[in-house]
């Protein structure tokens, strides 16, 4: 654990940042997600590596953006940083590419501004607010990013923790309503309808431990394509992490319970 980052002062119920940092071996994290993230794990063996699989998908993602000429990024639900983070990415292809990234965590705010360091060339900002705020993260955003020019909406792994009454799909349409022809959604969903048992248990799992606003649902590919409404949906179109133009050594494993994609704004 982090002491420089944690505060002695030990939340009771888990939060999405710090158990998924859990799950990529970091060491950022309280005991409540710890163990929220080992039980969630036990019930589910496939979560760690679907965690892998999902960052590897992002840095595909953002690859293939950068490849297309996207040079802005708003990555929703940032996380704790880890290795090969949406900026680091995108900059070791464009170096003058802009980043902003966004959390509620204050956590992740106290790393981000120590490790979320963009290269001369670039620009990278970080903003504290909720995934459901979208006028005070557009609002936030267009400081660094022009909104005008297209720009790469990263939400990876976040809107499960959305719920349907709260309608994630609105959220994300308004989103996108703001942003420029040509910008691009890139998202990731934990499945409901892959290894159906075991996500549902291991969701329960960690359900219990979270608190309420933190809670996650996961999806089928059909309410999962419901995100790309409007859209145009790049190939290999709504699939599993590691069909999503995998790499030379990729392996591809369709027992990993999330769905991806990456559309187009016309």
């Known amino acids: 654990m982090n002491d420089n ?9 888990a939060h999405p940042a710090r158990v998924y940092n859990v799950w990529l071996g970091g060491k950022d994290h ?4 710890q163990e929220a993230a080992e039980l969630a794990a036990s019930a589910n063996p496939t979560i760690v590596p679907s965690v892998r699989a999902n960052r590897a998908f992002l840095g ?5 953006l950068a490849e297309s000429g996207v040079r802005q990024y708003l990555d929703i639900g940032t996380g704790i940083p880890a290795a090969e983070n949406t900026h680091e990415v995108a900059q070791r292809a ?8 966004v959390d509620n965590d204050p956590i992740v705010l106290s790393h981000a ?3 979320l360091v963009s290269g001369p060339e670039g ?12 006028d005070t993260i557009l609002d936030a955003a267009s400081r660094t990013l022009d909104l005008d020019r297209p720009v790469g909406l990263m939400l990876v792994a976040i809107l499960q923790y959305i719920k349907d009454v709260e309608d994630p799909w609105d959220i994300t349409r308004r989103l996108l309503d703001r942003l420029a022809p040509g910008s691009h959604l890139v998202l990731s969903h934990p499945a409901v309808d892959v290894t159906a048992p075991e996500v549902a248990e291991s969701m329960r799992i960690y359900n219990e431990r979270a608190a309420s606003h933190a809670s ?15 859209l145009e949906i790049l190939e290999p179109g709504v699939v599993t992490l590691t069909r999503w133009r995998p790499g030379p050594s990729d392996v591809p ?13 016309p």
Do not use: I
Request: with cysteine.
């Open 5 to 13: 980052a944690l505060s002695t002062t030990h939340p009771t119920n």
């Open 30 to 33: 309280y005991p409540v997600d």
């Open 60 to 64: 595909r993602a953002v690859r293939h």
């Open 94 to 101: 464009a170096p003058e590419s802009r980043v902003v990234y």
């Open 113 to 115: 501004r120590a490790l």
């Open 123 to 134: 620009q990278t900002d970080y903003v504290q607010a909720d995934a459901r705020d979208v």
């Open 216 to 230: 996650a649902t996961p999806r089928t590919q059909a309410e999962v394509r419901r995100f790309f409404d409007g």
């Open 253 to 265: 494993d369709d027992s990993l319970p999330m769905w991806c994609a990456v559309a187009r704004k």
